[in-house]
């Protein structure tokens, strides 16, 4: 039996049809965009009909006659009005289109799978939230979950943003240590990954749990508006503190919230002590502390590290000096304790004398000490003293002759600070990726959130002397001779040093011919003055 050839629609090619398919496929969709006015007022027509049906099912028989009557005089006194079937038109059509509108439904309530991540929540906390003997327990296996939640929120994936748990008046919350395994728990049902903040109300026995947004990490080293003594150690959430500042954000200005720390004779906090783990940002810090510091003092920087982090400030006018080695840092900082208590003898002669204390006691100096350990142990390698020795004079006095000292370190050498480091450094911030333990021991308090494992250069905690400890992100301050340095960052930390005497402009920087032409005269030849060495007794 012979075949029968295929018909030639079905042979020539699927190309042809998918195109007629996408043709039609337009066609449809134009003509329902077009249409749809149409197609709304034709809904709602069918639903104001079925509704005028049901509501003449649901009459009795005895009143269908007059209310058949009283809807027909009401028609007769609408057509007999001017421009009334007109307006009854109108009015038809309008409520037609409300009635037609698609209604987007209401989410009134969890779905199935919240439903089982509140049910897990509330059995994993019952073994912490019950007790023998309770004639009502508010939480026990099998119980119901929305006593004991009544707030909630979920985000995009589905996890916990944000929870109010009610829990029984027995239960210690005024521990710690009781605080500290709720915490953990619900850290862990909730989702790794993000940062959450926990809020205790021993009073209404209620603890409120939410999601914190990242800190931006978008804001670069700049002139921040701050009044002389204070200086800005990054920015943290919006409602942790009652100040904001302008700041440039990808050429736009936005208010940001600060962490202002004060110096000065009238601070509580003086000095600073910085802890964190490699690469978590505690140069960073001091390069952002020491370009705002150069606005209305002068900055001495040791390096212990010796990795040239600091060496952008060489030279440039207020900068002391920049010493990487032992027996330079020893050197100036034994400078920098008699230039202390030159500072007091003439303050307190000034003083005597009823006279205002002299102008070079009142400029602020700061001395920023980056790594100090190393430094520690070549020098007790070699026989020297320690250099945080020669800092127990500007730790304990010079708060009163505007001397502000600046201590980082990294956690593995945190043995090696000296007592006197530990004492007079009542400002603390921790960066990089801490456990709640380690934060705690340097700062004094738990940190309000759980700590995430990843974490940007710069982000950690703050706390200025008894208050609260904040959330911190460091502004962006790379080293700018650095190759791996994006060239924005790079501009936006040359901008903010003070310009060095010896440094050729842009202008000079081009070849003498162009600027023969474009001045007309002889180029001028720039002058390299020397940097003065600092004396090694005040």
Request: glycine letters at 10%; a negative charge; proline letters at 9%.
């Amino acid at each position: 039996m012979a075949r029968r050839p295929l018909p030639r629609i079905l042979t020539s090619g699927s190309a042809p049809i998918a195109r007629s398919r996408e043709l039609a496929r337009t066609a449809a969709d134009s003509a329902t965009d077009v249409l749809h006015p149409l197609i709304t007022v034709g809904r709602g027509l069918r639903k104001l009909a079925a509704t005028a049906r049901s509501k003449w099912a649901a009459t009795p028989k005895e009143r269908r006659g007059p209310t058949l009557f009283f809807v027909a005089a009401g028609v007769l006194v609408v057509a007999l009005i001017p421009y009334g079937p007109l307006i009854a038109l109108i009015t038809v059509m309008g409520a037609a289109a409300w009635a037609g509108r698609v209604r987007v439904p209401v989410k009134t309530g969890p779905d199935e799978a919240e439903i089982a991540r509140l049910r897990a929540l509330y059995e994993a906390l019952v073994p912490y939230f019950s007790a023998d003997g309770d004639p009502a327990p508010l939480f026990a296996h099998g119980g119901e979950w929305s006593r004991a939640f009544s707030q909630y929120a979920f985000d995009d994936e589905g996890r916990v943003s944000r929870l109010r748990v009610t829990y029984p008046a027995y239960f210690t919350d005024s521990e710690p240590s009781s605080r500290a395994r709720i915490e953990k728990l619900l850290h862990a049902k909730s989702g790794r990954g993000r940062e959450y903040r926990f809020q205790w109300d021993e009073e209404g026995n209620q603890l409120d749990m939410s999601v914190l947004p990242a800190l931006s990490t978008a804001v670069a080293a700049q002139h921040f508006v701050t009044s002389p003594g204070e200086t800005v150690l990054g920015f943290t959430d919006a409602d942790a503190v009652p100040r904001t500042v302008p700041v440039v954000v990808g050429g736009e200005t936005v208010q940001a919230p600060p962490v202002v720390w004060r110096t000065g004779p009238r601070s509580g906090e003086p000095h600073l002590l910085a802890l964190g783990e490699p690469g978590g940002g505690t140069t960073t810090l001091l390069r952002s502390i020491a370009l705002q510091a150069l606005q209305h003092g002068d900055v001495l920087i040791i390096e212990g590290s010796g990795t040239g982090e600091y060496t952008c400030f060489t030279g440039r006018p207020g900068v002391v000096a920049v010493e990487c080695g032992l027996a330079g840092a020893l050197s100036k900082l034994e400078w920098a304790a008699h230039e202390t208590e030159r500072r007091l003898i003439a303050a307190n002669r000034a003083r005597q004398a009823g006279q205002p204390a002299p102008e070079d006691t009142r400029r602020p100096l700061w001395i920023l000490v980056d790594r100090p350990g190393v430094l520690g142990h070549l020098a007790a390698a070699e026989g020297h003293m320690d250099p945080q020795e020669l800092l127990q004079v500007p730790l304990r006095h010079g708060r009163a002759v505007q001397v502000t000292v600046v201590v980082a370190e990294h956690f593995d050498s945190a043995d090696a600070l000296s007592e006197t480091v530990r004492t007079h450094t009542r400002a603390r911030v921790v960066l990089g990726p801490v456990g709640e333990e380690q934060a705690e021991a340097v700062l004094g308090d738990r940190p309000p959130t759980t700590p995430t494992p990843d974490v940007p250069p710069g982000r950690g905690y703050a706390r200025l002397g008894t208050g609260p400890v904040l959330r911190l992100q460091v502004p962006a301050t790379p080293d700018p001779y650095d190759d791996a340095t994006a060239e924005d960052p790079r501009q936006a930390v040359l901008a903010l040093l003070p310009a060095d005497p010896g440094e050729a402009t842009d202008d000079e920087r081009r070849p003498a011919d162009e600027r023969r032409e474009d001045d007309g005269e002889a180029a001028p030849v720039a002058v390299h003055k020397p940097v003065a060495a600092v004396p090694a007794e005040g």
